[in-house]
């Protein structure tokens, strides 16, 4: 299975960092091909996972040029506040689409 994790920063220190690359570990563990998706360059993570992560903007995965987030099977949007990425939940044309909510205190 292709999964797509996409987020606003992935910050190593950060809760939302640490959810992003347990996600990502937990479904290479499964066998699946899993991506990470930021707009900006990735902070204090460790080496090994920079492979796994794509620096990119809205435009381009809207466009269906990066060929992984296009035939991706699962998409988990990570939500702690609006950020263009959320945007290409719109063009998607397959796979399932999960958003992990975020800063939610009751």
Do not use: C, K
């Not at 990425?85 to 397959?94: D, F, I, K, P, V």
């Amino acid at each position: 299975m292709r999964v797509s994790l996409i987020n606003l920063n992935l910050i190593g220190p950060d809760a939302i960092g640490q959810n992003l690359l347990q996600q990502l570990r937990f479904f290479q563990r499964s066998g699946d091909e899993a991506r990470i998706y930021v707009p900006t360059p990735p902070e204090q993570i460790p080496d090994e996972v920079l492979p796994f992560v794509t620096v990119t903007d809205v435009e381009t995965l809207r466009s269906g040029a990066d060929a992984h987030f296009a035939a991706s099977d699962l998409y988990v949007f990570h939500y702690g506040g609006w950020y263009d990425l959320l945007e290409s939940m719109q063009t998607l044309a397959r796979g399932a689409v999960i958003l992990n909510y975020h800063n939610v205190t009751p």
